[in-house]
């Protein structure tokens, strides 16, 4: 039978071997990587040097910073640049396209308040932005009840109404009130100077708007030309909610109105700045300016949507190229994009719209020194560098600029190398496991057959076959080959000696044997003293003994030659072994023998003489080794292809050890009492010679019920038909 191992073989050693190759995909790696750092340096260089160019256009030009006023407020304004026009219809939908940078006032900003104050009663959202020559402020304001002001009333705060106070460029101070209408009007008045008035002095026509009312109180937008801004600016909401009295309840505020000092300071952009950065900016870069202050005086560009390559344009290949670029992009490219960090414009830009700037580079730069920093953004999927060089007016530091550039392209270039080497080293790869594959499986298979002639030489038995084919192959393998069949073939010339040794024992004994028989006979029939008699008849039983080992010896080989020479019919196992049964009726007599045999005719493909012999060997054994007068039962069971020819007797187990061995030649485990009759261990072997040329097998287990010893023979069957009859179930011999 072929035995199956498992170890760790010539494929498995050269699969090892090869993993060495894996050290060059790491090397690779490694090379790209420290190209990666090299185009980073290179980058980090660039970047520096458009920030020192731009510094250098505006170094020495003190209109551009605001000097004075060195201290930063929380209520400062901040007015951004709008990248689109601002449509005055009371909708905040364009507002909302340009970013939700508006903030929030609430109780906390109370100016007045003659009531109880609730979120619902009044509460409002501003934001103001720049566009040309107009600045933009938008409210969205919660008023649980609405009050127009009515067109006859001479005063401007009888109604809910917006309050602006403006510090104007030449120091001054004007207050505005503007009014809501029917209709989604408004109207602007300035008001006279004084913390108390409410006198209107002319209506202001520069000053326009428009609002609309909400489910939760009302949107007010309004346009104001840059001209009337100066340094600071207020603006708050008053609310009346008595249609009767018309008296202001509330009045929030983004900072106090009523004088200069309470107006929260307004921060424009330079527009100016704004002009130099657009004639030096880069298309792959953003570039900040800002004061000493940290405050962002103008912006340009964008760190998204940079022009960036993301595959080198070559020529289209051709041939087998072709075949491994398409295999490339079709299957590669996708497990590349999932293992490999793709570069994206899709990352959280927490910076974009900043109206003032920290950080180390920053620092470093408004203290003088040119300072550089990488970053992740906030959700890890850009990196983004930073250089920042200081802006000298004379010797002291009034700003920086700060350059702006994801790694995106470098990125792009890492992934493309990345991907062409790992490319090539698979096929390379393929290629070389490919070809290690089918040489490891040559010389494997080569193995294997090797083996398996060695195994076919030797049956279970140990008895040889047949001779080994020497290869003809020159190296180790077949040396090897050539060996072994070298050894079999000796084995085989001292195997066949020694299996023919008991023949010719049996052959050269029996003629000393019939000389010692024929002068003991002569001898009995002399007149002998009755003190020789004795001697003589000893010597007669030890003569027999040796005949009987003879013709043991010489009964296993010439069953052996049998064997190969019989002819086999078709045959009823129950009927040969109920005939057997009936024969042992007589001699075994009084021992009792219970036959069991099932309702059909079982028909086998052999030799009945060598299976009456196997039941013979089986029904001795079972005599021998038999309590007395117990029942030894001998039954015939059928399955869906083997019938088992079973023979049970009650006494000592067998010994587990012994289990496996008691069907081999000379083994026998019956105790030495003295017995007359020698015991050579052949009957077994001979059970189970006569079952192997059935194509069957003999095995012996212990019996539990009663205690013994079940010994059976399996037996393949080629057809089982039912009986007209039932033959008898127990058959007992007493």
């Given at each position: 039978?072929?035995?199956?191992?498992?170890?760790?073989?010539?494929r498995s050693k050269?699969?090892?071997?090869?993993?060495?190759?894996?050290?060059?995909?790491w090397?690779?790696?490694e090379?790209?990587?420290?190209m990666?750092?090299?185009l980073?340096?290179g980058?980090?260089?660039?970047?520096?040097?458009?920030?020192?160019?731009?510094?250098?256009?505006?170094h020495d030009?003190?209109?551009?910073f605001?000097?004075a006023?060195?201290?930063?407020g929380?209520?400062?304004?901040?007015?951004r640049s709008?990248?689109?026009?601002?449509?005055l219809?009371?909708r905040?939908?364009?507002?909302?396209?340009?970013?939700?940078?508006?903030?929030?006032?609430g109780?906390?900003?109370l100016?007045?308040?003659?009531?109880?104050?609730t979120?619902?009663?009044?509460?409002?959202?501003?934001?103001?932005?720049?566009?040309g020559k107009?600045?933009y402020?938008?409210?969205?304001?919660n008023?649980?009840?609405i009050?127009l002001?009515?067109?006859?009333?001479p005063r401007v705060?009888?109604?809910?109404?917006l309050r602006?106070?403006?510090?104007t460029r030449?120091?001054?101070?004007?207050?505005y009130a503007?009014?809501?209408?029917?209709?989604?009007?408004?109207?602007?008045?300035?008001?006279?100077?004084?913390?108390?008035?409410t006198?209107v002095?002319?209506v202001?026509t520069r000053?326009r708007?428009?609002w609309?009312?909400?489910e939760?109180?009302?949107n007010?937008e309004?346009?104001?030309?840059?001209?009337?801004?100066?340094?600071?600016?207020g603006?708050a909401v008053?609310?009346v909610?008595?249609?009767?009295t018309h008296e202001?309840?509330?009045?929030i505020?983004?900072?106090g109105?009523?004088t200069i000092?309470?107006?929260?300071?307004?921060?424009?952009?330079?527009?100016?700045?704004?002009?130099?950065?657009k004639?030096?900016?880069?298309?792959t870069?953003?570039?900040?300016v800002?004061?000493?202050?940290?405050?962002?005086?103008?912006?340009?560009?964008?760190?998204k949507g940079?022009?960036r390559?993301?595959?080198?344009a070559i020529?289209?290949?051709?041939?087998?190229?072709?075949?491994?670029?398409?295999?490339e992009e079709q299957?590669?490219?996708?497990?590349?994009?999932?293992?490999?960090?793709?570069?994206t414009?899709?990352?959280?830009?927490?910076?974009?719209?900043?109206s003032?700037?920290a950080?180390?580079?920053?620092?470093?730069?408004?203290?003088?020194?040119?300072?550089?920093?990488?970053r992740l953004?906030s959700?890890?999927r850009?990196?983004?560098?930073?250089?920042?060089?200081?802006?000298?007016?004379?010797?002291q530091?009034?700003?920086a600029?700060?350059?702006e550039e994801?790694t995106?392209a470098i990125?792009?270039?890492?992934?493309?190398?990345?991907?062409r080497?790992?490319t090539?080293?698979?096929a390379?790869?393929?290629?070389?496991?490919l070809?290690?594959f089918?040489?490891?499986?040559?010389?494997?298979?080569?193995?294997?057959?090797l083996?398996?002639e060695?195994?076919?030489?030797i049956?279970?038995?140990g008895?040889?076959?047949?001779?080994?084919?020497r290869?003809?192959?020159s190296?180790e393998i077949?040396?090897?080959?050539r060996?072994?069949?070298?050894i079999?073939?000796?084995?085989?010339?001292?195997t066949?000696?020694?299996?023919?040794m008991?023949?010719r024992?049996?052959h050269?004994?029996?003629t000393?044997?019939?000389v010692?028989?024929?002068?003991?006979?002569?001898?009995?029939l002399?007149?002998?003293p009755d003190?020789a008699?004795?001697?003589?008849?000893?010597?007669?039983?030890g003569?027999?003994?040796l005949?009987?080992?003879l013709?043991?010896?010489?009964e296993?080989?010439?069953?052996?030659?049998?064997l190969?020479?019989?002819?086999?019919?078709?045959?009823?196992?129950?009927k040969v072994?109920a005939?057997?049964v009936?024969?042992?009726?007589?001699?075994?007599t009084?021992?009792?023998?219970e036959?069991r045999?099932?309702?059909q005719?079982?028909?086998?493909?052999?030799?009945?003489?060598?299976?009456?012999?196997?039941?013979?060997?089986?029904?001795?054994?079972?005599?021998?080794f038999?309590?007395?007068?117990?029942?030894i039962?001998?039954e015939?069971?059928?399955?869906a292809?083997?019938?088992?020819?079973r023979?049970?007797?009650?006494?000592?187990?067998?010994?587990?050890?012994?289990?496996?061995?008691?069907?081999?030649?000379m083994?026998s485990?019956?105790?030495?009492?003295?017995?007359?009759?020698?015991?050579?261990?052949?009957?077994?072997?001979?059970?189970?010679l006569?079952?192997?040329?059935?194509?069957?097998?003999?095995?012996?287990?212990?019996h539990?019920?009663?205690?013994?010893?079940?010994?059976?023979?399996k037996?393949?069957?080629?057809e089982?038909e039912?009986?007209?009859?039932?033959?008898t179930?127990?058959?007992?011999?007493?």
């Amino acid at each position: 039978m072929k035995r199956f191992r498992y170890g760790f073989g010539i494929r498995s050693k050269l699969v090892l071997l090869s993993g060495l190759l894996l050290t060059i995909p790491w090397l690779g790696y490694e090379y790209v990587s420290e190209m990666e750092k090299f185009l980073r340096q290179g980058q980090e260089k660039t970047l520096a040097g458009t920030a020192r160019a731009v510094a250098t256009a505006l170094h020495d030009r003190p209109k551009l910073f605001d000097v004075a006023d060195a201290t930063v407020g929380h209520s400062d304004v901040y007015v951004r640049s709008l990248p689109a026009s601002i449509q005055l219809d009371g909708r905040l939908d364009d507002w909302n396209e340009h970013g939700d940078f508006a903030r929030s006032y609430g109780e906390g900003d109370l100016l007045e308040n003659s009531a109880v104050h609730t979120p619902a009663s009044l509460s409002f959202s501003h934001n103001v932005g720049r566009l040309g020559k107009y600045l933009y402020a938008m409210f969205l304001v919660n008023d649980n009840h609405i009050v127009l002001r009515s067109t006859k009333s001479p005063r401007v705060d009888r109604g809910d109404h917006l309050r602006v106070a403006i510090a104007t460029r030449d120091s001054g101070f004007t207050r505005y009130a503007v009014t809501l209408a029917e209709g989604g009007a408004i109207a602007a008045y300035q008001l006279a100077s004084g913390l108390d008035t409410t006198q209107v002095v002319r209506v202001e026509t520069r000053l326009r708007g428009v609002w609309r009312p909400t489910e939760q109180g009302y949107n007010l937008e309004i346009r104001v030309p840059i001209s009337m801004i100066g340094t600071r600016v207020g603006f708050a909401v008053a609310d009346v909610d008595n249609d009767g009295t018309h008296e202001i309840e509330a009045v929030i505020g983004t900072s106090g109105t009523d004088t200069i000092e309470e107006l929260a300071r307004v921060f424009i952009p330079s527009s100016e700045i704004e002009l130099i950065l657009k004639g030096l900016m880069r298309t792959t870069s953003r570039i900040w300016v800002v004061d000493a202050r940290h405050r962002v005086l103008a912006q340009a560009g964008s760190l998204k949507g940079q022009d960036r390559t993301d595959r080198i344009a070559i020529a289209p290949p051709t041939g087998l190229m072709h075949v491994l670029q398409r295999a490339e992009e079709q299957v590669l490219r996708p497990v590349y994009a999932r293992v490999l960090r793709q570069p994206t414009d899709d990352f959280r830009d927490e910076l974009s719209e900043a109206s003032q700037l920290a950080g180390r580079e920053i620092a470093g730069a408004l203290s003088g020194s040119l300072t550089t920093r990488w970053r992740l953004t906030s959700d890890n999927r850009a990196v983004i560098l930073s250089a920042a060089h200081p802006i000298w007016i004379d010797d002291q530091v009034m700003g920086a600029v700060v350059v702006e550039e994801t790694t995106n392209a470098i990125l792009t270039v890492k992934n493309l190398a990345l991907e062409r080497l790992f490319t090539i080293i698979l096929a390379v790869f393929l290629i070389g496991a490919l070809t290690l594959f089918i040489f490891a499986a040559r010389i494997s298979s080569r193995i294997r057959r090797l083996r398996d002639e060695a195994e076919r030489a030797i049956d279970a038995q140990g008895r040889f076959r047949g001779v080994m084919a020497r290869s003809r192959a020159s190296d180790e393998i077949g040396d090897l080959s050539r060996s072994f069949s070298s050894i079999m073939d000796k084995l085989h010339q001292y195997t066949g000696y020694l299996e023919s040794m008991a023949t010719r024992l049996s052959h050269e004994l029996r003629t000393p044997i019939a000389v010692v028989r024929s002068s003991l006979d002569n001898l009995k029939l002399q007149p002998l003293p009755d003190e020789a008699r004795v001697y003589m008849e000893r010597a007669q039983d030890g003569l027999a003994r040796l005949t009987s080992i003879l013709t043991s010896m010489s009964e296993a080989t010439r069953l052996e030659q049998i064997l190969q020479n019989s002819e086999r019919e078709r045959f009823d196992l129950c009927k040969v072994v109920a005939g057997c049964v009936e024969g042992y009726k007589a001699a075994y007599t009084p021992r009792a023998i219970e036959l069991r045999l099932p309702g059909q005719t079982v028909w086998l493909n052999g030799a009945p003489d060598l299976i009456a012999q196997l039941l013979d060997k089986l029904i001795e054994n079972a005599i021998d080794f038999s309590r007395a007068n117990s029942v030894i039962v001998v039954e015939i069971g059928l399955d869906a292809a083997d019938a088992y020819l079973r023979v049970i007797n009650q006494g000592p187990p067998l010994p587990k050890e012994m289990q496996e061995r008691l069907f081999e030649s000379m083994v026998s485990i019956r105790p030495h009492k003295g017995s007359s009759e020698p015991h050579l261990g052949l009957g077994l072997y001979i059970v189970r010679l006569i079952a192997g040329f059935h194509g069957g097998q003999a095995y012996a287990q212990n019996h539990h019920d009663p205690a013994g010893v079940a010994v059976t023979v399996k037996l393949p069957i080629i057809e089982v038909e039912e009986k007209s009859h039932n033959w008898t179930a127990h058959t007992q011999v007493s």
